[in-house]
């Protein structure tokens, strides 16, 4: 086996730079490019995260798959970008250590790019920590001499063996705001949440661990979370799917988001040099 870790820096798709991280239990890929982690897969598995073979690779735009950081704010804001601006500009790789378990964590910093003129004075770091599982933590420091009202989401795409024959646990009981009914105010009622169309759910007040349950991969994906209130559930299925140049007609197929954060009515609220931290980790088990 392995003994230790290797980083290659190198040039992804659009040109792009990319780090390719290799352990003795996984491999991963990220692009400073919003620090984006567009692969990971555990020695002797299927690749964990879907990325589209459509995506752009360019600044200013998002990559599509993957675990782009949704930051400052989740979803549409009028005259600006989709999903705030942190995904659509390149960080600074820091550090790079190794852990006791040959695990390898990459710290990253944003520079604060043009758009967020205007927007209380921020710092912001994200870890990546890839080895038997994956997990990411982003951190944000309120700088200014105000409060930074801000939403914060690792909006993970999944791969999976067949949409029809995936489950999703975790979120029963929890309230939901649903975006195909209009933003309709829902309770979960199922335990497992299954897949027949367009589904676009943000649940809220749950910090609960979820579960994908992929029947076809034989495989459940356990997606823990900490300081993290809400959590996104989304396919586009087919009308949706057709309208993303970036995203192929049938891509909808093999792929799920279950996303950790805090959106919505559960934006969070940073008193002047208060510090926010949203983890997410991931990991696969038979089933
Ligand atoms: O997280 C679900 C969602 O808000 C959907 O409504 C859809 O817009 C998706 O994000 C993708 O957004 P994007 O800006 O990456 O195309």
């Not at 589904?199 to 459940?220: P, Q």
Request: hydrophobic share 40%.
């Amino acid at each position: 086996m392995e003994k230790s870790g290797l980083i290659i820096f190198s040039k992804g798709n659009g040109g792009l730079p990319l780090l390719k991280v290799h352990t003795p239990m996984s491999d991963a890929e990220i692009y400073l490019h919003g620090a984006h982690v567009t692969h990971f897969q555990r020695k002797g598995e299927e690749p964990l995260l879907f990325l589209s073979g459509s995506s752009r690779f360019e600044e200013g735009q998002p990559i599509r798959g993957g675990i782009p950081i949704i930051f400052p704010w989740f979803g549409p804001r009028e005259g600006k970008l989709m999903h705030g601006f942190a995904r659509n500009h390149p960080w600074e790789l820091k550090e790079i250590d190794t852990n006791p378990d040959q695990s390898i964590t990459l710290a990253f910093e944003f520079p604060l790019p043009a758009e967020a003129t205007g927007f209380p004075k921020f710092s912001a770091k994200y870890f990546v920590t890839v080895g038997e599982s994956l997990t990411l933590q982003l951190q944000i420091v309120n700088e200014s001499l105000e409060n930074l009202t801000l939403e914060d989401c690792l909006h993970t795409y999944f791969t999976v063996g067949e949409i029809s024959a995936v489950t999703v646990s975790g979120l029963k009981g929890a309230d939901y705001l649903d975006k195909v009914e209009g933003l309709a105010r829902k309770k979960e009622t199922a335990e497992q949440i299954s897949f027949s169309g367009e589904t676009d759910r943000a649940y809220l007040g749950t910090t609960a661990t979820t579960e994908i349950h992929d029947a076809k991969l034989r495989r459940r994906i356990i997606i823990e979370k900490e300081g993290s209130r809400s959590t996104v559930v989304w396919n586009p299925w087919i009308a949706k799917a057709k309208l993303m140049p970036d995203f192929g007609d049938e891509e909808y197929l093999r792929m799920v988001c279950v996303e950790a954060g805090n959106v919505l009515e559960n934006r969070r609220v940073l008193a002047p040099g208060n510090v926010s931290s949203l983890k997410m980790r991931l990991s696969t088990a038979g089933i």
